[in-house]
């Protein structure tokens, strides 16, 4: 008699884990493995068109619900900054707006409670908050008829941020479904974005399993499993990568230049981003003077970013950057209904692969480039004229997660715009040390080897259904 095959579902709460989950092997290998995968998918991307199984997951989260979460994510700031003796989780916080009625009456509950539940203690009763609010919802109560009905066997969640993900993952527990979830980012943790309180934690490497520890000492350590992220594993599918022709035709590039490639950053983390670029153009202008082999920018803007503050960098040096759109889909008004496409992947291991190297201010793309053998160049200083003057650089590379450098010799700093061209110029002629120290830096950061990160995530959940 054949058994049944193991079933699991692949909560989706946002886009954020399509590409991690639904556009790499890992559905493949979880197959392979004798797993029934079906994705419980609240986003509005349609993966039935990929032959994957899945069941809409409807409904949302009670309005209180979130007042909780966000008093949560402000007081475990103030506790971590207490804790640590550290004033950096303040500079993750956003001001609230208190332009409207309704907004001031949220800010004046979500002041209430900050100040009700702080502490080690009272963040305890602020999670347990969290989870008897989700009870009373009907979101709740229909994730729990979903899940009486299919009778999964483990419930794994895409990322640990979202507050939509409560009701799923409260109800299977309810049930005696054991859950997991995947911490999503390199830099997730010092923000507070531990939302949810699953089972199981999967983790990137050595070094994020001892920092979550050290944010929540009330998880277990037998319940972190460390694995690696599978966002890197389509750099080492050859079956992506196309010719160097082929790519320069399609992306409207001139095959007598060599590219680097500038990636752009949300507005709130770069404002001055344009100017950057400006910067950046001005120095490989003057660069270009002295080459043979001419330079140009391949321009990567981020993918959530639609706004028009480009365009007239772009206009001004439009013989020297070459705008390459991220392939992404909007599908909504908000920024987290823009979500990634398979597309996208190829695009990006192209762009990384047929550029020598990449610009950028603190993006985790010194990792991908690392991943090809090529170096980074982060922008280390502040324009003239700012867009917010209470912004700065020195806050973003002053954030937790860049402590985790080893050296600070993984990339090249560029402290001013008068260095852009000599020190680009040096990293062109040799960057073996710049990309030996990144390496190093990754290794840390993701557990090697980097291309095996799904296949120990499915190794993990099956010691954990035996």
């Given amino acids: 008699m054949l058994l049944k095959p193991k079933k699991i579902f692949i909560l989706l709460p946002d886009g954020v884990g399509l590409r991690n989950f639904a556009f790499t092997s890992f559905v493949e290998i979880g197959e392979q493995m004798g797993w029934d995968v079906v994705f419980w998918n609240q986003t509005p991307f349609d993966l039935s068109a ?70 080690e203690k009272g963040l305890h009763k602020l999670r347990e908050k969290l989870k008897a609010s989700e009870r009373k919802s009907n979101f709740y109560q229909y994730c729990k008829d979903v899940l009486e009905k299919q009778k999964p066997d483990f419930i794994f969640c895409t990322n640990q941020r979202p507050v939509n993900a409560i009701a799923p993952l409260t109800a299977a527990q309810d049930l005696g479904i054991p859950t997991g ?86 507005v709130t983390t770069s404002p001055d981003d344009p100017h950057y670029l400006k910067d950046v153009a001005e120095a490989i202008k003057s660069l270009n003077e002295n080459r043979e082999t001419k330079l140009g920018i391949l321009f990567r803007r981020c993918p959530v970013d639609f706004s028009d503050r480009y365009d007239e960098t772009l206009e001004d040096f439009k013989d020297l950057i070459i705008p390459v759109a991220p392939k992404w889909k909007k599908v909504g008004e908000h920024w ?96 073996a040390d710049i990309v030996k120290n990144a390496k190093k830096w990754f290794h840390k950061i993701n557990l090697t080897p980097a291309e095996n990160a799904s296949e120990r995530i499915w190794e993990d959940i099956n010691k954990i259904s035996k």
């Fill in 50 to 119: 990929l032959d994957y199984k899945e069941i809409k997951l409807g409904g949302k989260p009670r309005a209180y619900t979130d007042l909780l979460k966000r008093a949560k994510i402000s007081g475990e700031l103030d506790y971590f900054e207490e804790k640590f003796d550290d004033s950096v989780y303040q500079s993750y916080k956003f001001p609230s707006s208190n332009k409207r009625i309704k907004s001031k009456i949220k800010n004046a509950i979500l002041t209430q409670l900050t100040k009700t539940y702080k502490g």
């Fill in 336 to 431: 987290n209904s823009i979500l990634p496409t398979q597309e996208d992947l190829e695009l990006q291991v192209n762009s990384i692969f047929h550029t020598k190297a990449v610009i950028n201010l603190g993006s985790s793309m010194v990792f991908d480039y690392a991943l090809f053998n090529k170096p980074c160049l982060f922008l280390n200083y502040d324009v003239e004229q700012k867009i917010d003057v209470n912004w700065s650089s020195k806050k973003v590379y002053n954030f937790v997660h860049f402590r985790s450098m080893p050296t600070g010799n993984e990339v090249v700093w560029l402290n001013s715009k008068e260095e852009i061209e000599n020190k680009l110029s040096l990293i062109l002629n040799d960057s």
């Fill in 181 to 266: 979830t995947f911490i999503f980012s390199w830099d997730n943790l010092p923000k507070a974005t531990m939302i949810v309180e699953p089972d199981f934690y999967f983790v990137w490497s050595e070094y994020m399993k001892e920092e979550l520890i050290n944010y929540y000492p009330q998880i277990n350590s037998d319940s972190i499993f460390i694995t690696g992220s599978p966002q890197f594993e389509p750099h080492f599918n050859l079956n992506l990568r196309k010719t160097r022709k082929e790519f320069f035709v399609e992306n409207n590039l001139d095959l007598t230049k060599e590219y680097i490639c500038f990636s752009g950053d949300d």
